[in-house]
Nanobody, 120 residues
C-alpha cells in the first residue's frame, strides 16, 4: 500500500543543476531511512544519498560536495539537490525507503525511477 513517487528528472548541461523529489504515501507509521540510488546502463545500482529519521546523512564519495539530500517530514518527502552535474551522473535515479507501516517494517521499497541525463 505504501508507494514512492519520484519527479524532477530531465536533461541538463554539464555544470547545471537539477532537483529530484520523492513523496511517500500510504499507511506510514514511520520512515526510518529515505533517499536515492542510481543505475546507469550496464552498471549496478549504487547508493547516491540517504537520510535517516534522526537527520543523519550518507553520500557516495562521487557526489559529496555537489549533491545535498533533505527532507520534509510533514509531507513524507525527500529531495535531492544536484549541482555541478557531470556526464557521469547520467542514470535512472530511484527513490528508496525503509518504512514502518502499521506493525510491519519494509526494508527495501523502491520508486519506479526518474531519468537524469547530463550532456557534455
Amino acid at each position: 500500500q505504501v508507494q514512492l513517487v519520484e519527479s524532477g528528472g530531465g536533461l541538463v548541461q554539464a555544470g547545471g543543476s537539477l532537483r529530484l523529489s520523492c513523496a511517500a504515501s500510504g499507511n506510514i507509521f514511520r520512515i526510518n531511512v529515505m533517499g536515492w540510488y542510481r543505475q546507469a546502463p550496464g552498471k549496478q545500482r549504487e547508493l547516491v544519498a540517504v537520510i535517516n529519521s534522526g537527520g543523519s546523512t550518507n553520500y557516495a564519495d562521487s557526489v559529496k560536495g555537489r549533491f545535498a539530500i533533505s527532507r520534509d517530514t510533514a509531507k513524507n518527502t525527500v529531495y535531492l539537490q544536484m549541482n555541478s552535474l557531470k556526464p557521469e551522473d547520467t542514470a535512472v535515479y530511484y527513490c528508496y525507503a525503509d518504512v514502518n507501516s502499521g506493525s510491519i517494517r519494509y526494508y527495501g521499497m523502491w520508486g519506479k525511477g526518474t531519468l537524469v541525463t547530463v550532456s557534455s
